[in-house]
C-alpha cells in the first residue's frame, strides 16, 4: 500500500504564496509520476501540474508561471510552489502518484488533500 500525505495549505491574501508538499510512503515500490490536481466547489478535479521520470512536467495552462512543481523521486517527494495566487486558484489540493505493477501497468495513489483558501 501506498500513502500520500500532504502539507501547506492555508489561507492567503490575493498575490500570495504558498507551498505544498507530498511525500508518499510505503514499501517496495517506486514512482514514475508525481502531480497535483486540484478540485474547487462544484467543479470537476483538474491537474494543475505533474512532473515525469527524467524530469519533464506540464501545467495547467492558468499556472503557467505563477506555479512550479519539483521533486525527488527517489525521496518520494513533490512539491508545487505557488505565487501570485488568485481568488480562482481557490480548491482542495490532492497529491498523486503513479506507481508501476507487476502486471506491467501503473497504478495511481491520491492523498486526502489539502486545502488552499485565496481571499481578501
Known amino acids: 500500500q501506498v500513502n500520500l500525505v500532504e502539507s501547506g495549505g492555508g489561507s492567503v491574501q490575493p498575490g500570495g504564496s504558498l507551498r505544498l508538499s507530498c511525500t508518499a510512503s510505503g514499501s517496495g515500490f517506486i514512482v514514475v509520476g508525481m502531480a497535483w490536481f486540484r478540485q474547487a466547489p462544484g467543479k470537476q478535479r483538474e491537474l494543475v501540474a505533474g512532473?515525469?521520470?527524467?524530469?519533464?512536467?506540464e501545467y495547467l495552462d492558468s499556472v503557467k508561471g505563477r506555479f512550479a512543481i519539483s521533486g525527488d523521486f527517489a525521496q518520494k517527494k513533490v512539491y508545487l510552489e505557488m505565487s501570485n495566487l488568485k481568488p480562482e486558484d481557490t480548491a482542495v489540493y490532492s497529491c498523486?502518484?503513479?506507481?508501476?505493477?507487476?502486471?506491467?501497468?501503473?497504478?495511481?495513489?491520491w492523498g486526502q488533500g489539502t486545502p488552499v483558501t485565496v481571499s481578501s
Open positions: 512532473l515525469k521520470t527524467g524530469g519533464s512536467s
Open positions: 498523486n502518484a503513479v506507481v508501476p505493477t507487476l502486471s506491467g501497468g501503473n497504478r495511481a495513489f
